[in-house]
């Protein structure tokens, strides 16, 4: 046997003499040169080889024999995985040395039925592909059409080509993100509906799912695990396996996740005097269906593998989800929050990404990762937004995570007192960092396990207190939370503070509400100079007692207050504020800096439970504060929503909530916040005479050259040559909101914006609703009965109580039919209370200009449908004037 895979003999049972290569990833890695084909075979190393393979080298002089030695393996098993020759600089010198070399490397592959190979001199490094290569030409490996030269020692390497080399075209794909948006809106109902559970703990659920499928997918889990095997009927499984998919999941798949993702006993969190609570967790320990109250001996858990196995069909029909879409990493949570009106006990934990995202800007992040140990820290994180959306982004923290350590390298600590919300916030680190995870050896996933558990902290010692009962001194180089919102109760916090002499000195003039103790948690967790993002009800601003403010102005710089619109955050109507500081080098300096405030009319979704897209403040707002803090003696506000005011302003004696001291009238009105209700005589009198003189020219204008467009026909609606009459289908209000999305569904409003919601296009396509990506005429059926828009959306479905009509022939305007159809209907008198039925809509008849020779005329009515659209422009001219002298007092000058 060859001297050199003595190294590699381990004594096995019996004390027979077994061979084990050093680890490599989940592989085993032999470093040969000595040792022949026939003598791996005889250790046992290898499986097979064979002589007889199809390439035929060009250059190299070698051949196939059983005597081939190849340099180095890496093998799973006896099944070779990747064959590596090495070589001197000076033997790839030249191009027609590489080649030789790599063809020498593929007759090994061959031999070994290998598909990847490596050819390296220690720095460079050229990949082999052999998918059974028959031609006399080595198939190179590229990346975004370059050769992929990648070290393949580099942990994650060989399982990233495994993966995603796509074999016939020698290239590394990189697979599109897929957005599991819909697939959350599915489980959703199939979980709420089977349990009945809170939402958090339904969304804990889906989480949970949702890995094992990740899992399964990147063939982590055994073969024997995986999710796939479980798709099969109930009759099958059992018959088989001799119980349920559930009772399968539950007794063999979550105990080895477990193991994968351990609690986190092994792990000292970096806290100062931190002291373990009721217990450690796991990402996996959330499943609805063991709740208490929920499997019992009359409702046996195998009598939810239905409704289990409805869900994992979801998932196995959405495919592979490997590689997440970045905004779904970012707003899962909150796409579950719209799923339920229990909304308040899953909103408390969560702040909206728009926020999240423009307190980020704010703060200097890439800064702060170049300082030596630099720790960021939120003291009540929640599911981890704050601690994990930088992660996404390259002008904020991404490539914090040191892959090959599986470290940080800027510090993350997010502490949070509720346990399943730290389950929650450690399983959404594993979401925002898949793709990383996706490339790690099996050590390195047991790293990224004990790190996770490392930056989510459970600090429930004290339920009451949470991480108040661990104060900090000078720890972190920034802080960003979102604090609690509680007044009632705090009273019993202060008791249990009282208890504890150093707690007492530490949270001594407080003031009110466990925001304030927060506040003094943070400013004495600061480090001197370090900056915190703080996001505070208005009581903390509005109350005129001093202490906490003392407390501020001593020890901090207040750099900026922010003013949030109400409604900002799901679970409270209060106005809520930013607050920016910046912790002084030395406690009792003067402030010499202006303070910024600024006020946000919008944030960029709407402050409802549907929170869809609108206007975006926030992006202004962190924008110019980011240039105020880089040049504060040059910075000039940009809009009337942004001021610079002395520090002389905030007295400790004074409110300070910016809304109602900083802004005149004018300015409030400016910005929309306030109405001018008076007029005087003198511009009544001109808005009057300038309006309706507007009003007489375009009349005017509009009546020139209509004669020339009299001569009409009638068609009927009901006429399938030049139209045809399509039924909307049932979708209900709680249909867009279970299945929310981004495709309107247009019903029986007098309002062409105004939609009963928006739903999700997969959801449609599982109902058979059609949807429309056509310019299409759509008429109220019933409610605005006879209301007629023509639709452009690029995308929409329509409702039941709506009837579309589509143009089939290009005889036929779209614009002038929408305007004759709506005389026609104001003519015919429908009744609101009345139904539009489809065979009394057909016999509707409208009027269409012709041509002199009576055909049916395409540029008559064209120029009639643009004098239409005149009229109608004119119509809401009227309209608004008379708007803006609603609810005016004309006043003498």
């Given at each position: 046997m060859s001297e050199e895979l003595q190294r590699y003999q381990v004594t096995g049972t019996g004390g027979r003499v077994q061979y084990q290569g050093e680890a490599f990833d989940s592989f085993q890695r032999y470093v040969l040169g000595a040792t022949t084909l026939t003598q791996l075979k005889q250790a046992g190393i290898i499986e097979s080889f064979v002589n007889e393979i199809a390439f035929q080298p060009k250059i190299w002089r070698g051949s196939s024999s059983q005597a081939s030695r190849p340099d180095e393996l890496i093998v799973d098993g006896r099944i070779v995985k990747l064959v590596i020759e090495r070589k001197t600089p000076e033997e790839l010198a030249t191009p027609k040395l590489e080649e030789s070399a790599a063809e020498q490397c593929l007759t090994y592959m061959q031999q070994l039925r290998c598909q990847l190979g490596v050819v390296t001199d220690g720095t460079k490094f050229l990949w082999i592909n052999d998918p059974e290569n028959k031609s006399s030409e080595v198939r190179y490996i590229y990346d975004e059409q370059q050769l992929f030269t990648k070290n393949y020692r580099q942990a994650g390497t060989l399982q990233k080509v495994l993966l995603e080399l796509d074999k016939e075209s020698d290239s590394i794909k990189h697979p599109p993100a897929v957005d599991p948006s819909s697939l959350a809106d599915k489980v959703w109902q199939t979980i709420w509906l089977a349990t009945h559970e809170?939402?958090?703990?339904?969304?804990?659920?889906?989480?949970?799912?949702?890995?094992?499928?990740?899992?399964?997918?990147?063939?982590?889990?055994?073969?024997?695990?995986?999710?796939?095997?479980?798709?099969?009927?109930?009759?099958?499984?059992?018959?088989?396996?001799?119980?349920?998919?559930?009772?399968?999941?539950?007794?063999?798949?979550?105990?080895?996740?477990?193991?994968?993702?351990?609690?986190?006993?092994?792990?000292?969190?970096?806290?100062?005097?931190?002291?373990?609570?009721?217990?450690?967790?796991?990402?996996?320990?959330?499943?609805?269906?063991?709740?208490?109250?929920?499997?019992?001996?009359?409702?046996?858990?195998?009598?939810?593998n239905k409704s289990f196995m409805d869900i994992i069909k979801a998932f196995m029909e959405f495919g592979r989800i490997t590689n997440i879409d970045s905004e779904f990493k970012s707003r899962v949570y909150e796409k579950f929050l719209k799923k339920s009106a229990k909304q308040q006990k899953l909103g408390q934990y969560l702040t909206p990404r728009n926020i999240v995202r423009a307190i980020l800007e704010m703060a200097d992040l890439k800064a702060i990762k170049l300082r030596n140990n630099a720790v960021i820290c939120d003291p009540a994180s929640g599911v981890g937004g704050f601690i994990l959306e930088p992660l996404l982004h390259e002008e904020l923290l991404k490539g914090n995570l040191e892959t090959n350590t599986v470290q940080w390298k800027a510090k993350l600590i997010g502490l949070e007192v509720d346990r399943q919300t730290n389950i929650l916030a450690k399983a959404n680190m594993l979401i925002h960092l898949a793709e990383e995870y996706r490339a790690f050896n099996q050590k390195q996933r047991a790293?990224?396990?004990?790190?996770?558990?490392?930056?989510?902290?459970?600090?429930?010692?004290?339920?009451?207190?949470?991480?108040?009962?661990?104060?900090?001194?000078?720890?972190?180089?920034?802080?960003?939370?979102n604090i609690p919102f509680v007044v009632r109760g705090t009273r019993m916090v202060k008791a249990r503070i009282a208890e504890s002499a150093n707690l007492k000195t530490q949270y001594g003039k407080s003031g009110t509400g466990m925001e304030s103790l927060f506040l003094r948690y943070i400013i004495n967790a600061m480090k001197p100079g370090s900056s915190a993002f703080v996001i505070i009800p208005k009581g903390v601003l509005a109350r005129t007692e001093t202490s906490l403010k003392t407390c501020l102005k001593e020890n901090c710089e207040l750099d900026a207050i922010i003013s949030l619109p109400k409604k900002s955050f799901y679970n409270t109507t209060n106005p809520t504020y930013i607050l920016a500081l910046t912790k002084k080098t030395s406690k009792n300096t003067l402030q010499r800096s202006k303070v910024f405030v600024y006020m946000v009319r919008e944030i960029g979704e709407t402050r409802d439970v549907l929170r869809s897209p609108c206007r975006n403040d926030l992006r202004d707002m962190a924008r110019q504060f980011r240039i105020f803090k880089a040049a504060q003696e040059l910075y000039e506000p940009r809009s009337v929503a942004c001021k610079l005011v002395d520090i002389e302003n905030f007295d400790t004696k004074l409110r300070w909530d910016i809304d109602s001291l900083f802004w005149n009238n004018d300015e409030r009105k400016e910005l929309g916040l306030i109405k001018d209700d008076a007029i005087t005589l003198t511009?009544?009198?001109?808005?009057?005479?300038?309006?309706m003189g507007s009003i007489s020219e375009t009349l005017e204008n509009l009546k020139n050259g209509a004669s020339s467009t009299n001569k009409q026909t009638e068609i009927s609606l009901g006429d399938p040559q030049y139209f045809k009459l399509l039924r909307g289908r049932r979708v209900t209000r709680k249909d867009c909101q279970r299945h929310s999305g981004d495709i309107p569904v247009i019903s029986g409003r007098g309002k062409k914006e105004s939609y009963l919601g928006h739903v999700s296009e997969d959801w449609l396509k599982e109902q058979k609703i059609p949807v429309y990506t056509k310019p299409m005429i759509v008429i109220a059926a019933n409610g605005n009965v006879g209301t007629v828009f023509l639709r452009d959306e690029p995308k929409y479905a329509v409702h039941d109580d709506a009837i579309g009509i589509e143009i089939v022939s290009e005889k036929v305007d779209p614009h002038y039919v929408l305007y004759a159809i709506r005389a026609s209907v104001a003519t015919a008198r429908f009744q609101y209370d009345a139904k539009l039925y489809q065979k009394r809509l057909s016999k509707l008849k409208i009027k269409i200009p012709?041509?002199?020779?009576?055909?049916?005329?395409?540029?008559?009515?064209?120029?009639?449908?643009?004098?239409?659209?005149?009229?109608?422009?004119?119509?809401h001219q009227v309209e608004r004037f008379a708007k803006n002298l609603e609810n005016k007092v004309i006043v003498a000058d």
């Open positions: 809170e939402p958090k703990l339904c969304l804990s659920t889906f989480v949970e799912i949702f890995l094992y499928k990740f899992l399964s997918d990147l063939e982590v889990l055994p073969n024997a695990l995986r999710i796939n095997n479980l798709n099969l009927s109930e009759a099958m499984y059992t018959a088989d396996k001799g119980m349920t998919q559930i009772e399968f999941y539950v007794q063999n798949v979550r105990p080895h996740l477990k193991r994968l993702f351990p609690e986190g006993k092994r792990i000292t969190p970096p806290i100062a005097n931190f002291i373990e609570g009721s217990d450690t967790t796991s990402i996996i320990d959330g499943f609805a269906f063991l709740e208490p109250g929920i499997a019992t001996h009359n409702h046996p858990l195998s009598s939810f790293d990224f396990a004990d790190l996770m558990n490392a930056t989510f902290i459970l600090t429930d010692h004290d339920k009451m207190l949470g991480s108040l009962e661990f104060p900090q001194q000078d720890a972190f180089d920034l802080i960003i939370t511009d009544f009198q001109k808005l009057t005479t300038s309006t012709t041509a002199d020779d009576d055909t049916i005329s395409k540029e008559k009515q064209q120029v009639l449908a643009s004098k239409f659209e005149g009229l109608e422009n004119l119509k």
